[in-house]
């Protein structure tokens, strides 16, 4: 019986050995465009950048992904935790879209057809001679959120005013010196500055709200 339990053990224990490396290294792969191509690339096209989580079996298999897909600049692999490396995928996946937020919406990018600058107001594809199948300009959206982004835009302009007159209706009051007629007119600008900025928040988050019930695509958001 002993010698029976010791060969078993000892079967076991080749089986071990035998499994690969590869078996006990399965995790999680991030692969991503890179954007700082937003910076120094002028014919880079921001709207085409992507990413993507995919389990994956090896670390090898994952820089395997990056050799034969040239859509992605760089491949990580994640296989930390008990997840395997899942949630850290997923926290890798966040931070690239805050950072392609981010970057949407400091681009400034130089236009080769006009010679101009053209901001996240005007997207490049609205200067293209043609438009290829898969632009985005094809979507009728684009032109709603090309209205949204020049309501949002007017309405921080409204906001800082409405602040402007409420910090003025402040230093009324304080100087008043005790004149009855002085603070009530500081009392007023404030009332009217702060029914400003209720407004213009309102209407702020009802054209948010208009934007993406409408589907309207996000990847032009001023």
Request: with cysteine.
């Amino acid at each position: 019986m002993l010698k029976t339990k010791i060969l078993a053990v000892g079967f076991f224990f080749l089986v071990f050995l035998a499994i690969p490396k590869s078996a006990f290294a399965a995790g999680w792969c991030f692969c991503s465009t890179d954007l700082s191509k937003a910076k120094t690339d002028t014919a880079f096209d921001l709207t085409k950048a992507n990413r993507q989580c995919s389990s994956i079996s090896s670390a090898e298999a994952c820089q395997a992904i990056k050799a034969v897909n040239t859509d992605w600049d760089k491949c990580e692999f994640f296989n930390s935790g008990a997840d395997n490396g899942e949630q850290a995928c997923k926290d890798a996946l966040t931070v690239w879209d805050k950072n392609k937020d981010a970057t949407q919406r400091a681009a400034i990018t130089f236009s080769r057809d006009t010679g101009g600058w053209t901001s996240v107001f005007i997207p490049t594809c609205a200067l293209d001679d043609a438009l290829p199948p898969d632009s985005p300009c094809r979507n009728v959206s684009i032109f709603v959120q090309l209205l949204i982004n020049v309501a949002r835009y007017l309405f921080g302009i409204v906001g800082a005013l409405a602040l402007l007159f409420f910090i003025y209706g402040g230093f009324t009051m304080i100087l008043s010196g005790g004149s009855a007629e002085k603070t009530k007119k500081g009392t007023q600008i404030i009332v009217a500055a702060v029914i400003g900025l209720a407004i213009t928040f309102s209407a702020y988050l009802l054209v948010s709200f208009l934007g993406e019930s409408l589907g309207v695509q996000t990847q032009f958001l001023l």
